[in-house]
């Protein structure tokens, strides 16, 4: 880890000084390593170094973050100082009045400079009501990835709509792709259930379901809460889903996002979904086979998006998608809304002083653009300065030519006036992680038809909304993506 080591110096929080936390440990609790926990304890040992504060990272699967953590700070147990999950989730917490308001915090840092940071990132994902309550420490969204050798000997073009994507997926499959004479797949998307498939889902269904900008969102009816999900539109989206497994690995449904990654790292994937982590991961020892071939594209779109007044699929005009580029309606789905920090409002006032000090300094430049440059961190770029220029990329063994693709496909999403937002409400981890989740996966299977999915996660959503109010969840929908329209 010298590359960490080398500039740790350079970005102490300006909350902290030398032995300043000598004698506090500070418990973090987040996903298993060596994505998004590992940069956590190597940073972590170069900030006990610098302020004394000793940085303990507990690892916990992906499905169990959330209910820990709520369990843990609402029952006053109170053992986890700080957490890192998915931003979107931090509504729900603040509600409970769990998380600590850092907006004191950032006041007195002249280190973090929040104004480098994306402002989809800083206000969507770091903001609740106005307020700082989150520290984001990574920028996710999902694109659509490319072996741009195997589509030029193809003479394929990148896609552009989902059908697209199926198409290539199609004509490539059973190729060799890794010269070990083994065929390989034409599309690799991690499907296990209980993971993090409901994320794929989603990135296909907004291009159909949300055609009016940000705002609009492509979950609910935001003036009544009402489930906008049993219709030809997401009927489309999964029907779309379940075809890309033809052409992927027969193991697929079974298979997480590391699993995935495996194989693409191997040169065994056509195309893929996933978040920007390739970008980098590419560039990893393991993956020389692949080194400087996966390109990006910041979103796949639809010829056709719904009708919310009758259900029905209607073609892409600019009367239907205002947004709509040559017939195509483009919404890339901010996946997650990336990895940020938050502070149990009952810690130790030492305790949160410390941990806010450490969130900060990962969050910095001189930390965040090492990170979120190496592939096994599991960080993705979220500072401007980290998007206006290739040479942070080709420094870190990107070709010219895969640098500017990168940040191009990643500029063009965050530009992107119809890109759609992950649920940032009370609820959001019940909506997607279990009752989208679940029935997605049953329809996988085969337990289930198209229809029966659609109706269930309709249902399902229905009584999410009224456990937690539907009143309250109107509000926080205005609160999170501006009034309804």
Not at 191 to 202: E, L, P, T, V, W
Not at 284 to 311: C, H, M, P, Q, Y
Request: charged share 25%.
């Amino acid at each position: 880890m010298a590359v960490l080591s080398a500039v740790a110096v350079t970005g102490l929080a300006a909350a902290a000084s030398a032995g300043e936390f000598d004698g506090v440990t500070v418990n973090i609790l987040t996903r298993p390593g060596p994505v998004i926990a590992k940069p956590l304890k190597d940073r972590g040992l170069d900030f006990e170094k610098m302020t004394g504060a000793k940085i303990v990272v507990t690892e916990v699967p992906f499905a169990e973050i959330f209910p820990k953590v709520q369990n843990d700070w609402s029952t006053g147990t109170n053992s986890i100082d700080a957490a890192v999950f998915a931003a979107g989730w931090g509504v729900e917490l603040d509600g409970a009045g769990l998380l600590e308001d850092l907006d004191p915090y950032v006041a007195k840092d002249d280190k973090i400079d929040t104004a480098d940071i994306a402002p989809y990132f800083r206000d969507f994902a770091m903001k609740i009501g106005g307020k700082y309550k989150l520290i984001q420490l990574d920028g996710d969204f999902q694109m659509v990835y490319y072996r741009k050798d195997v589509l030029d000997k193809n003479k394929l073009e990148p896609p552009k709509t989902w059908e697209d994507y199926i198409a290539i997926a199609k004509a490539i499959n059973g190729q060799d792709m890794n010269g070990d004479g083994t065929p390989d797949y034409g599309s690799c998307i991690f499907k296990k259930r209980n993971a993090q498939s409901y994320f794929a889902i989603q990135t296909i269904a907004s291009s159909i379901i949300q055609t009016q900008g940000t705002a609009q969102g492509f979950h609910f009816d935001n003036a009544t809460m009402k489930p906008i999900v049993n219709n030809d539109g997401w009927k489309k989206a999964f029907e779309l889903y379940k075809e890309t497994s033809k052409y992927g690995p027969p193991e697929e449904l079974n298979m997480d996002i590391g699993d995935t990654r495996a194989l693409f790292e191997a040169g065994r994937c056509g195309v893929l979904i996933e978040w920007g982590d390739p970008g980098t991961l590419q560039l990893e020892k393991d993956a020389a086979k692949v080194k400087n071939l996966i390109f990006a594209v910041g979103a796949v779109g639809s010829k056709e998006v719904l009708d919310r007044a009758t259900g029905k699929l209607v073609p892409v005009t600019k009367e239907t998608a205002p947004y709509s580029v040559d017939g195509i309606n483009y919404a890339p789905f901010s996946a997650f809304g990336g990895w940020a920090g938050a502070i149990n409002a009952k810690a130790d006032e030492k305790k949160k002083a410390a941990a806010y000090a450490f969130l900060s300094y990962m969050n910095q430049s001189a930390q965040s653009s090492v990170d979120v440059t190496q592939g096994y961190t599991g960080y993705n770029p979220y500072r401007l300065s980290q998007l206006k220029s290739t040479d942070l990329w080709v420094k870190a063994g990107m070709s010219p030519e895969l640098a500017a693709n990168y940040i191009g496909a990643i500029n063009s999403a965050l530009n992107n006036p119809n890109m759609a937002s992950d649920l940032k409400i009370p609820g959001a981890q019940q909506y997607t992680s279990i009752v989208l989740d679940t029935e997605l996966a049953r329809y996988m299977a085969g337990e289930i038809t198209v229809d029966e999915a659609l109706k269930n996660i309709e249902t399902g959503w229905e009584k999410v909304t009224d456990d937690f109010g539907r009143d309250e969840q109107i509000k926080a929908m205005a609160l999170a993506l501006g009034p309804a329209k």
